[in-house]
């Protein structure tokens, strides 16, 4: 596996690849790989002749600097990981490669009102961040394809719109939320939790089911009822809720009466890590 850390050479390695008329994979990630990313690249092998994988813990899109620092950051095994799977590319910028004249002096890339509500609102600036560093690798590795983990829902229909709006040639491939056995969402930040933490993160999934569940027996009646039970529940459990709602699924809009398709949408607090997690709902007529 060739790792690349510097511009230039990587453009000159995906011109050389161009010429060769192979077909582009873009895997973007922040590092700490786990099975979510291993079942990404095999998704990604099914559509693309090389894999491009980057790593890079983006500071833009964090709010909180402490955040920032706690962020696991372990490239050794993340290589190993990436050797194992066959990946011929592997770009590994720093800060000062990606930002040379540092985060406030940036141009940036905003999408309106979709990177603002719920995780935007919770988070503000982390979606400029997204959308910046995601349209440098697009620019500088130029895939045919890229590919992206459900699990965050809304920086997906971002990232799409991203795609549709700036005219990328681009297609974005996303994957199913990867799960322990115990329903917990495959996640880097899920290393930080305590072992008591760990025991009753699997419960935001369990509760969020049961949502799912309800709303569907209801056909779709006294959702804002099942909200507030689902609310209670995860709050006797230990959590602390910032987001725990349901939306259309393709605009993230407030939903009325002629929304079939819905997504719960759950961002909440265990302790001092943040966990996020969905579910698409389908109503019938």
């Not at 990404?40 to 693309?48: C, E, T």
């Amino acid at each position: 596996m060739e790792v690349i850390k510097n511009i230039n050479i990587l453009e000159k390695k995906i011109k050389k690849i161009k010429k060769t008329k192979k077909i582009i994979g873009l895997i973007p990630t922040m590092g700490n790989l786990h099975k979510g990313h291993i079942k990404l690249i095999s998704l990604a092998k099914k559509y693309v002749d090389i894999v491009v994988v980057s790593i890079f813990v983006n500071p833009m899109q964090f709010d909180d600097l402490l955040d920032l620092k706690k962020y696991p950051q372990t490239f050794n095994q993340d290589y190993d990981i990436l050797n194992r799977e066959k990946i011929k590319i592997l770009f590994y910028p720093d800060n000062h490669i990606m930002y040379p004249n540092g985060l406030k002096n940036h141009t940036y890339i905003d999408i309106p009102k979709l990177s603002k509500i719920i995780e935007g609102k919770s988070r503000p600036g982390h979606f400029i961040g997204v959308t910046t560093i995601l349209c440098k690798l697009f620019n500088l590795i130029q895939p045919n394809f890229s590919f992206f983990g459900e699990k965050d829902y809304q920086q997906l229909l971002v990232v799409k719109k991203l795609v549709q709006e700036l005219n990328y040639p681009i297609k974005i491939i996303s994957l199913p939320t990867v799960r322990l056995h115990n329903g917990l969402a495959y996640s880097s930040r899920n290393n930080n939790l305590n072992s008591s933490e760990k025991e009753i993160a699997p419960y935001l999934y369990r509760i969020i089911k049961k949502t799912h569940n309800t709303i569907i027996k209801n056909k779709g009646k006294n959702i804002q009822k099942t909200i507030n039970k689902s609310k209670k529940y995860l709050i006797e459990k230990g959590f602390n809720i910032d987001v725990f709602n349901i939306y259309d699924s393709n605009t993230l809009d407030p939903i009325t009466q002629k929304n079939k398709k819905l997504i719960i949408l759950a961002s909440v607090w265990l302790g001092k890590i943040r966990l996020i997690d969905n579910k698409k709902i389908t109503l019938k007529d």
